[in-house]
């Protein structure tokens, strides 16, 4: 099958163009390396059944080309990273509604599957943990951008949604619940590599706020399994799935477990949001999957613990 992924140079793309490349698929990557990197998928570059195309997909004509020679599509390009949306409002807005109605519209001719990755921020602040796919959404006042991304995200849901509904596209929905592994970068603010950076270069682990915000933290390969298990299911078009790690640990407790396993001397240091984010920043105390739904309809349970997925981080970054 003809695949194209979308943000396939990124974290979370890369591991999936291995994965489907092992499942004897033909890959086409597209990324415009705003926030991904080349270097994810250089050991592929030579891989026949492997191609690379640079641009984004807010290009309509490109997007065309490619969707029109494809069979099945991951749509992973977003703008992401609470410190890029933070400092990339308006970018974030076109990429995420624009850039996922482009897909949808071509995609739409030729119906072929289509995978949403959004995420667990469309349930923002309800406090009412787990979060089963059918919980309220939560959100902060406009004039704090945070919440920019998971309204964004939660449009693509509509979007992907009415396009099922009227037009019949077969689009699957995705919630990831912070996916972490190798090849994550910590530069646009995703906790896990940041602290394992700290910890090896022996400088304090910062942590925002008191540390007692808690989240469930899922190895991509595990992500990654879920979403090619949902692709190929008959069942699972226009519905929407958590996709989440099910070992609750606050942030605070994984600094000092990243300085266990890293044998660092490093100190854990504590700053106040608004010095981070600026003033007004809302975060969210918990954020815990229910994944009840995915395991029904296709089987699927995370297998890597947090150390497990730690210890993985920190090898890739000793390396
Ligand atoms: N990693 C997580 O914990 C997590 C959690 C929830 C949702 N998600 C979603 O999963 C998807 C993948 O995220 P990731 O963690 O791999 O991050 P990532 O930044 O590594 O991947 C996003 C990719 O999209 C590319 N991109 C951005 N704008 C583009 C554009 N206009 N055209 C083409 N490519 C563009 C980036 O260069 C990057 O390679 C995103 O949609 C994200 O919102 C990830």
Redesign the pocket.
């Known amino acids: 099958m003809n695949v194209l992924i979308?943000?396939?140079?990124?974290?979370?793309?890369s591991h999936l163009a291995d994965k489907l490349l092992e499942k004897g698929h033909r890959v086409c990557a597209?990324?415009?390396?705003?926030?991904?990197?080349l270097s994810n998928i250089e050991p592929l570059m030579d891989h026949p059944r492997f191609s690379f195309v640079p641009?984004?997909?807010?290009d309509e004509s490109l997007m065309r080309e490619l969707i029109d020679e494809s069979d099945m599509i991951y749509h992973?390009?977003?703008?992401?990273?609470v410190k890029y949306i933070m400092e990339n409002p308006l970018k974030t807005i076109q990429?995420n509604v624009r850039?996922t109605e482009i897909l949808l519209e071509l995609a739409s001719v030729k119906k072929q599957r289509v995978l949403i990755?959004?995420?667990?921020?469309v349930y923002g602040k309800n406090g009412a943990v787990p979060y089963k796919e059918t919980s309220d959404r939560l959100m902060g006042a406009t004039s704090a951008y945070r919440w920019s991304y998971a309204c964004t995200?939660a449009l693509d849901e509509f979007l992907a949604l009415a396009y099922w509904d009227e037009k019949k596209l077969p689009a699957v929905i995705v919630?990831?619940?912070?996916?972490?592994g190798v090849r994550?970068?910590g530069r646009?603010g995703?906790v896990v590599p940041r602290f394992v950076e700290q910890a090896l270069k022996g400088e304090p682990l910062i942590v925002h706020g008191d540390g007692t915000q808690s989240r469930c933290f899922t190895d991509v390969s595990d992500a990654v399994r879920a979403v090619v298990l949902l692709m190929e299911n008959s069942s699972t078009p226009g519905e929407v799935f958590n996709i989440g790690g099910i070992q609750e640990i606050a942030i605070r407790a994984l600094a000092e477990r990243v300085i266990q396993l890293t044998g660092s001397r490093s100190s854990i240091q504590h700053i106040p949001y608004e010095e981070v984010y600026g003033v007004g920043f809302e975060d969210m105390k918990r954020r815990i999957p229910d994944i009840t739904k995915i395991k029904q309809y296709v089987g699927w349970e995370p297998q890597v613990s947090v150390d497990e997925l730690l210890l993985k981080v920190i090898n890739y970054y000793r390396h």
């Open positions: 979308t943000g396939g140079a990124g974290f979370i793309g597209m990324d415009n390396l705003s926030t991904g990197n641009g984004s997909i807010l992973l390009a977003a703008a992401v990273g990429i850039g990755a959004s995420t667990s921020e995200k919630r990831f619940f912070n996916t972490c994550q970068t646009y995703m």
